[in-house]
């Protein structure tokens, strides 16, 4: 690569912000490690389309790593949060735990995890390891009831009326709560762009809608002590002795010590600048349902530099993953596709390359369908012209970022075959080895495959796909028995042609051989050269009519998988079998 290259590569949308965010981190916090962050909420199964809040912030913190510099990427668990609603399949005894933090309610029954938040943790984490991405996490109850915060509460409840005077502009602008739902941007953990229900819970104290200053305005909000709830009120606070009393739905009334209290938490708007001068955030995009005037991004700005004084994280507003193409999901696993589910069907270096090759602000959707074929010819293309060299720098720095990391190269498939020709054989074969590996082997004879985990881990996923993704009408049954009525039906010419067909399978038995056989017969019935080129409509329409009827013969319907890898699933002695 020359130099004029390299510099085009460097103008990538990661590399681009990747400058940006060294250049601030070194104009505040000279010689420290660079910090880019992203939030979630455990609060259910966490949603594919939140993937983008980890993914934009790692793409990022992986090129400041490639460039030698230290740099953190912390992922802060919103489970101090309150649970806010039961979801579909859970136990609707649950709604007890509803008010309290996602670390205190039970797991959902069966789990193996200790608490609620773990148990939607896990499979997170599984699936970032997966996708080669490393980040700090931090959980937010171990900040808070370790005391770790202690100071920062303090110093807010000082300034509470400096900080509800920031509010209330925006209060007065749009009406908008100021506990708007916990980070994680996109769409929330529990469905699509749903903020949902936040502003009917967070209730009382941070909700008055004031046009002034509200006198009795706490940024903070206690969990009840003995129904563990925050459905709490804060009657008083003296400043003095940081004395804080409150009420509970329950009926419970304490005061506390709030320099020594540790179970209770900033209400979001302030909590998420808080943590932003608490942890030195360089880096840290957000959603687009955070970034409009009033939301907890824009609000947070202004608190973090009037009161925290400090400066807002460069934080890029991401726009929408879409789903597209989902088989419909049992309740019992939250209904809601998650990253897990994304890597069952599609290979991680792909997936890092739907969001590498992006920018943020541009929506996208991951295919579930049909369109997953598409996306890998795709790839496969660009696969290819990056072994010739032949890639242009953007494809190639995007190339890169899928395929590995600061700490190394992703795994990958040795034998990468076409997903489409591994789906169609796992969906003939029903995923059955021997036969999967006779037909992977009869692709290309002269390179048969010593063993199907040359072709994984590429293969599990197109198998899944199939066994996930395909309704039964999709599925491709081969006949088991000839056709007789339509064999005995067919006219002279459709006879001649199979006949003709059936007599130089074995001589073609491979992908490529078949592919230019099944061409060929239409066009030796048609007195045409079979290595002819030109294809006239009749000869088009020749060649389709001809197809229908093999797929009739092989698999009762009029499509199906690519014929010559359909021939080699079904194999030699079947296809002559019912064919003749
Ligand atoms: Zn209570």
Redesign the pocket.
Known sequence: MTDSEADVVEQDWVSRLADEVVAESQRRAPGRPVVCASGLSPSGPIHLGNLREIMVPHLVADEIRRRGIECRHLLSWDDYDRFRKVPAGVDPSWAEHIGKPLTSVPAPPGSQYASWAEHFKAPMLDALTELGIEVDGISQTERYTSGAYREQILFAMRERAHIDAVLARYRTLEAVPDDDGPAGGGPASDGPASVDTASVDTASADTASADTANPDYFPYRPY??????D??TVTSYDDDTTELTYT?????QASVLLSEHSHGKLVWKVDWPMRWAYEGVIFEPSGVDHQSPGSSFVVGGQLVQEVFGCTQPIGPMYAFVGISGMAKMSSSRGGVPTPADALAIIEAPLLRWLYARRKPAQSFNIAFDQEIHRLYDEWDALSRKVADSTALPGDLAAYGRATGTAAGELPSTPRPLPYRTLASVADITMGHDEQTLRILSDLDPDHPLGSLDEARPRLTCADTWVRTQLSPDQRTVVRDEPDTELLSSLTDDQRAALRLLVAGLDEHWSLAGLTSWVYAVPKIRAGLPPAAKARTPELKAAQREFFVLLYRLLIGTDTGPRLPTLLLAVGLERARALLD
């Open positions: 009840c002590s003995v129904c563990e709830r459905l709490t509970c739905a329950c009926g419970h």
